[in-house]
C-alpha cells in the first residue's frame, strides 16, 4: 500500500483473499498448497491498512527499497518520482499478491501511477520464508489452484505448464509471468511484461540487484532499460524493469505462460499495422498467427484480471457481455461466497433487476455510485 484515498481497496482484498482460499488447502481438495496474506505498506500508508489486518493480512511497513535521488541516470532519477500525463488513466486501485507453496500472499496497493513507490513489489524477493511468491494485482482473482506452476519451481515438474509459443521451460525456473502486448505496437521487440502477475522464487541476492539495477539508472529517454526495454507505460517501473531483469540480465531462468490461462484480461491479440497501406489487423504479439483469448472458456481459466472489463466495484455496462460477463460473473458469485463464509448481512436483491445474472444483485445501475459496498 503505497498511499491512502483509493476506494474499495478493502472489497477488492476481501474478495482476491477469499478466491485464494477457495483455490487453496484446505478448501480446495484439488490443491496440496496453503497461503499466507502480507501487505507491503509505505509509512506514508499506515494510517489506512487496518482493513487489511482485520481481513487477515500481515502487515509489514516498508520504505521504497531505493532513494530515487541517489539514481544515477540524469532521466529516470528525474522522471520515475513524477506522474505521467497519462497516469489518470490508471487512477484505479491495484494491488500485488504473493502465493507461495504454503502460498504466501503478498499485497502491494497503489493508486494510479505510484512512481518509485512501484518498487515495492520488489520486497517480494525478500520473503525467503517461502519458496514460491506469487505476486497479483487487488483487481485479480483466481479461479482454479496454482500447483503446476509450484510443483515446477519447487519440484522441477514442467509438464503441464501452459507456455507461450509452447517453449521449453528451463530446468530451474526463477519467474513465470505474462506480457501485455495490449500496451505496445504489434511487433514490438520488448513488449513489456504484465505488472499484475509475476511467481518468482524469493532471493535477496536478487532483490539486492535489482535495487542496484534501478540505482545505476540505465533507462535511456524513448528507448527505456538499456535502450531497449521501453516505450510503454510502466516500463520506467515494474513492466520493464522485470523484463530487462530476465532477457537481458538473466536470459533462460523465466517463463512467459500463456496469457490466456494466466492472468486473462479478454484481450483482443490483433492491432493495426501502421507500416502499411492499407492498414491491416495483425499478431500484437508479432507472431503470423495468434490465440484470441477472448474464446477460452471460462473453465480453462486459472486467474483473470479486471483491465479492459474494467474493475467490478464500478458497475461497468461493458460487463454485460462476452467473457467480460464471466469474468465478473465470478467476482461477484466469489463475494457473495466470502459474505456468507463470514456471517455478513445478505443485500436483498427482491427489487433489483439490472442484470442480477451477473451482478449478483451488488449493482442496481450501472456505474461506481450504484455498487454496493461490502459492510465491514
Known sequence: MTSCGATYITDGAAVLKHSIALSSYPLNKDSKYAYKMVAFVHPQAVECSQPLETLGYEVQVRETPIDASKIKGDFLREKVVKTGASSSIYNLTTASVCLCSFANVLLHISTGCCQEK????????????????????????????????YDSMIDGDNGKLPIMYNSTAPTDIQAFYTKDYNMVHPGHAHPGMQGGFIVIKPNLDYFEEYRQT???????????????????????????????????????????????????????????????????????????????????????????????????????????????????????????????????????????????????????????????????
Open 118 to 149: 512501484e518498487y515495492l513489489k520488489l520486497y517480494a524477493y525478500t520473503l525467503t520464508e517461502f519458496p514460491v511468491v506469487v505476486h497479483l494485482d487487488l483487481d485479480s482473482l483466481i479461479l482454479q489452484p496454482f500447483d503446476d506452476l
Open 214 to 376: 534501478i540505482l545505476e539508472g540505465d533507462y535511456r529517454r524513448g528507448a527505456g532499460w538499456g535502450g531497449k526495454w521501453g516505450g510503454y507505460f510502466g516500463a520506467q517501473q515494474i513492466q520493464g524493469l522485470c523484463s530487462y531483469f530476465f532477457e537481458a540480465l538473466h536470459p533462460g531462468s523465466a517463463v512467459e505462460l500463456n496469457r490466456c490461462i494466466y492472468n486473462s484480461m479478454n484481450d483482443n491479440p490483433r492491432g493495426p499495422n501502421r507500416r502499411k497501406e492499407p492498414i491491416t489487423k495483425i499478431c500484437r504479439d508479432g507472431q503470423p498467427t495468434c490465440e484470441d483469448c477472448r474464446t477460452t472458456p471460462i473453465e480453462k481459466i486459472k486467474s483473470i484480471h479486471f483491465t479492459l472489463c474494467q474493475k467490478p466495484w464500478v458497475c461497468p455496462g461493458y460487463a454485460i457481455r462476452g467473457q467480460c460477463a464471466e469474468f465478473h460473473k465470478k467476482w461477484f458469485s466469489i463475494r457473495r461466497d466470502w459474505e456468507e463464509h463470514n456471517g455478513r448481512d445478505k443485500i436483498d436483491t427482491s427489487t433489483i433487476n439490472f442484470h442480477n445474472d451477473v451482478f449478483q444483485g451488488y449493482c442496481p445501475g450501472q456505474g461506481e455510485r450504484n455498487y454496493k459496498k461490502i459492510s465491514f
